[in-house]
């Protein structure tokens, strides 16, 4: 088993990137795709040659309850239709784990399942709760899938100041899948899965 070298200091960087990120001005994105409830915007990346996307979405649902369902966990499996499976390879206090999971084919199989070995971090954020991770470089790999790499991604969770029961979920994602993909398909499969993650999360809260 593969060790961090001090948890609590990655969880605080990572914790700073991501609130780096969300006070990114909003000129600086370009709308990926909108639905009536659900919005993705893009920027090129200032981590990989790729882009980070943002997606955000009003949830009829408590806070606790939304990251509850977000945060790696046997929740997680139950209803998120993109991941496939889910083990967390190490515990750490304060709501930090390594977890690895893998993701099914998209795009009619033009992208073929990942793998993913992720730090993750739970904690409080204003009102709400920020669910955080980012990709390691984890030297044990399985041959049967390629290894993505997820940059630092995120979920701001925060209460509705006008209605506490519902919430306002903003995610930051920015993976890199690798393996031989045009980038296009690559755009195209993330604004997709952004969508489709609020669909499910939305249904699955439903049915809590």
């Keep these: 088993m593969e060790a961090l070298p001090d948890a609590a200091v990655f969880a605080t960087r990572l914790k700073n990137t991501l609130i780096q990120y969300h006070s990114i001005e909003d000129d600086k994105w370009r709308v990926a795709k909108k639905m009536k409830d659900v919005t993705i915007w893009r920027k090129p990346s200032e981590e990989f040659n790729g882009y980070l996307f943002k997606a955000q979405g009003i949830i009829d649902n408590v806070v606790s309850s939304v990251v509850d369902h977000i945060r790696p966990g046997p929740c997680r499996l139950d209803w998120d239709s993109l991941m496939t499976s889910m083990d967390i390879l190490e515990h750490f206090e304060e709501n930090c784990c390594v977890m690895r999971y893998t993701t099914a084919g998209q795009l009619w199989n033009m992208i073929s399942p990942?793998?993913?070995?992720?730090?993750?971090?739970t904690v409080d954020y204003e009102e709400g709760l920020l669910s955080c991770g980012v990709s390691l470089d984890w030297s044990e790999k399985r041959p049967?899938?390629?290894?993505?790499y997820n940059h630092p991604c995120g979920w701001f969770c925060v209460p509705l100041k006008d209605n506490p029961h519902q919430s306002l979920l903003t995610g930051y994602i920015q993976t890199d899948l690798r393996g031989m993909i045009p980038q296009s398909a690559v755009n195209t499969a993330m604004a997709s899965t952004l969508t489709n993650f609020y669909v499910d999360l939305r249904k699955a809260l439903q049915k809590a």
């Design 114 to 121: 990942r793998e993913f070995v992720d730090f993750s971090y």
């Design 144 to 148: 049967e899938f390629i290894r993505g």
